[in-house]
């Protein structure tokens, strides 16, 4: 079954630190999306992509960045990991862009902390 | 302050009981969409709504979308503990350009269900 995944599924680092968190879809969708969630604020949009060689930034994209050189994988890396980025980060994915077949499907998560 | 507001940010029932959850926009509905998600778990799709009026159910769940109020509401009958979780909302709020196709979202309705 298509499917989309992330890694790792928790990661703990100390602050300056770069760090990658991994999102694979197998839907050969062309958009995908990374979200962090903090309580309180639920689901911020940090970037986006609407296919390959395509990035956008979303309303909290500082300190963070992606690239898409193929149709499955967003990576999203952390420049200088702070501890205000301790979060629950969450990938997904989308067939179309227009409503309503563009239904947005989420990955596990990736719980990060920083110390 | 939020372009959706759900309300109310928690709530507690007691197993058969009725509840009803709201979610609100400052601006223009282009689609709302509402998820479920299980704690330390991703996000799962409901229902997608577009047009004014428009109403979908889903088992004992049921999501309907207003409007003139730029509001929907998502309803569940004879709550059991299987539906506790946090429910999430999230619009379409612009349309066309690098916009589309990006959902804002709302802070979220946990929801506890006693046995």
């Known amino acids: 079954d298509a499917e989309i995944t992330q890694s790792p599924r928790h990661k703990i680092t100390e602050t300056g630190r770069q760090v990658t968190l991994a999102c694979h879809q197998t839907w050969n969708h062309n958009n995908m999306f990374w979200y962090r969630q903090d309580l309180g604020h639920g689901l911020r949009l940090i970037h986006y992509?609407?296919?390959?060689?395509?990035?956008n930034k979303g309303e909290v994209s500082d300190g963070y960045s992606v690239s898409r050189s193929n149709t499955e994988d967003l990576p999203l890396t952390l420049e200088s990991a702070a501890s205000s980025q301790t979060s629950v980060y969450f990938c997904?994915?989308?067939?179309?862009?227009?409503?309503?077949?563009?239904?947005?499907?989420f990955g596990p998560g990736t719980r990060l902390t920083v110390l | 302050s939020q372009e959706l507001e759900q309300s109310p940010q928690s709530l507690i029932v007691q197993e058969g009981k009725n509840l009803t959850i709201n979610c609100t926009s400052s601006k223009t509905l282009y689609g709302l969409y509402w998820y479920k998600q299980k704690y330390g778990e991703g996000l799962i799709f409901l229902m997608m709504l577009q047009k004014g009026g428009e109403e979908k159910s889903h088992e004992k769940i049921t999501a309907k979308l207003d409007e003139k109020k730029q509001q929907s509401s998502l309803h569940i009958t004879a709550s059991q503990p299987s539906h506790a979780g946090i429910y999430l909302c999230?619009?379409?709020?612009?349309?066309?350009?690098?916009?589309?196709?990006?959902?804002?979202f709302g802070q979220g309705t946990i929801l506890t269900v006693h046995p």
């Open positions: 992509s609407y296919g390959v060689q395509d990035t």
């Open positions: 997904a994915s989308s067939e179309f862009r227009d409503s309503p077949r563009g239904t947005q499907y």
């Open positions: 999230g619009a379409v709020l612009n349309a066309g350009g690098t916009s589309y196709g990006k959902l804002t």
